[in-house]
């Protein structure tokens, strides 16, 4: 069985989300955002590790204000950076040799279920590198500087990124040894510019990112709409048969 590294991301500064805390420390429904897209992944056998990534000026309050989650959860966390990739990188740093692959989760995606999880990480470990997308289905406008239409863009092969992303390990430590100038908002940017083909494995459109007060109070609704592991069916003779009508 694969072994997998995961990364979550929560350094952000939360510029557009108007609350006193930041969107990954918010609660939501009884748990924090973070702990909603953590712990999925803490209990998988197939998560060797699983790292937090805070800003320092959260760290000791972060430690502190989630001590008993994290006493009972196999989480380590790591200091963050100014951009996203260095976030990233840090934490990359510091993954354990044994893990085959590592996946990147933003830690604001509290909508997650093990079905899709499974699904990108499978397709990771037969193509080296994927990440869950869903196909583009709004029309899409490019905007001039005056705030008014330039053109309709073509969404035939557009896709809108989402995560986990999940690479094989040297692969995202040598797409980072490349990073360069570049300033990528996702990993699998880095990727693309390596030259390495990355797997889209279509996800859902309930796996939001919150970024603005509107998300989370769409994330509070979606809650009840995320699928649910399917019930085992009651033992009997005829369980697999249609009803008869009579």
Do not use: C
């Not at 350094?11 to 609350?19: D, L, N």
């Not at 969404?155 to 990073?179: C, H, I, N």
């Amino acid at each position: 069985m694969a072994k997998f590294a995961v990364i979550l991301p929560a350094a952000g500064k939360s510029t557009r989300f108007h609350q006193k805390r930041k969107k990954t420390f918010v609660d939501l429904q009884g748990r924090a955002v973070w702990l909603r897209a953590a712990e999925l992944f803490v209990n998988r056998d197939d998560v060797v590790q699983t790292l937090v990534v805070v800003s320092p000026d959260d760290l000791e309050w972060f430690k502190e204000k989630f001590a008993p989650n994290l006493a009972f959860m196999n989480v380590e966390i790591v200091a963050g950076g100014a951009e996203r990739a260095d976030s990233v990188r840090n934490a990359l740093a510091r993954v354990r040799p044994e893990a085959d692959f590592v996946a990147v989760h933003d830690a604001a995606r509290p909508l997650l279920v093990p079905e899709w999880i499974d699904r990108v990480f499978r397709a990771a470990e037969k193509s080296g590198a994927a990440i869950l997308a869903t196909p583009v289905t709004s029309t899409l406008k490019r905007g001039r500087q005056d705030g008014t239409i330039e053109t309709t863009v073509s969404r035939s092969g557009l896709w809108a990124a989402q995560t986990p992303q999940v690479f094989r390990r040297q692969l995202l430590l040598d797409a980072y040894a490349r990073q360069g100038t570049l300033q990528p908002t996702d990993e699998a940017q880095l990727l693309e510019q390596l030259g390495a083909p990355v797997t889209l494995v279509e996800g859902s459109s309930l796996n939001i990112k919150i970024t603005t007060n509107d998300d989370f109070r769409l994330a509070e609704s979606a809650l009840s709409a995320l699928p649910k592991p399917k019930a085992l069916r009651a033992l009997h003779p005829f369980a697999d048969e249609e009803p008869r009508l009579i």
